[in-house]
């Protein structure tokens, strides 16, 4: 092998080492895309499903995903990994985060849960 055709597969080597890299370090450093919502427009989930849960104070929303995930699948069982990837939004006013599945297959519907920054659980429910 001549040395340009050496110095050819290096580089490449090295590019796609240095484009694996930059990728794992994305995937590993992802954060949740967050919207917003407004607290009042859920007081009627909030009266019909209450939680007693608390899942201790939230630090960001890849914290609140991890702990949220844990008490749907909890009250819905791992049928609830089928909604994924789950969407945050947060209520700055109220200080408060809601997590919403996507619609499941089959008969489909979200479950949801309210969770105030201090880990309160407000409500935990599933649509339909």
Same mark, same amino acid.
């Not at 290096?10 to 990728?23: F, W, Y």
């Not at 809601?98 to 201090?118: D, Q, W």
């Given at each position: 092998?001549?040395?340009?055709?050496?110095?050819?597969?290096?580089? /490449?080597?090295?590019?796609?080492? =240095?484009? /694996?890299?930059?990728?794992?370090?994305?995937?590993?450093?992802?954060?949740?895309?967050?919207?917003?919502?407004?607290? =009042?427009? !859920?007081? %009627?989930?909030?009266?019909?499903?209450?939680?007693?849960? #608390?899942?201790? *104070?939230?630090?960001? $929303?890849?914290?609140?995903?991890?702990? /949220?995930?844990?008490?749907?699948?909890?009250?819905?069982?791992? %049928?609830?990994? #089928?909604?994924?990837? !789950?969407?945050?939004?947060? #209520?700055?006013?109220?200080?408060?985060?809601?997590?919403?599945?996507? *619609?499941? *297959?089959?008969?489909?519907?979200? /479950?949801?849960?309210?969770?105030?920054?201090?880990?309160?659980?407000? $409500?935990?429910?599933?649509?339909?």
């Amino acid at each position: 092998m001549d040395k340009k055709k050496l110095i050819v597969i290096l580089i /490449a080597v090295i590019l796609v080492a =240095a484009a /694996a890299a930059v990728v794992i370090a994305l995937l590993l450093n992802s954060k949740p895309q967050v919207g917003q919502f407004d607290l =009042a427009e !859920y007081r %009627t989930e909030i009266e019909a499903f209450p939680s007693d849960e #608390d899942i201790g *104070p939230v630090k960001d $929303a890849k914290d609140l995903l991890e702990k /949220a995930e844990k008490v749907l699948k909890k009250v819905f069982g791992d %049928t609830v990994d #089928d909604e994924k990837p !789950y969407s945050v939004s947060y #209520d700055e006013k109220n200080g408060a985060w809601l997590v919403s599945g996507k *619609p499941g *297959p089959g008969e489909g519907g979200e /479950a949801h849960i309210i969770v105030e920054n201090s880990g309160k659980v407000l $409500a935990v429910w599933h649509e339909k």
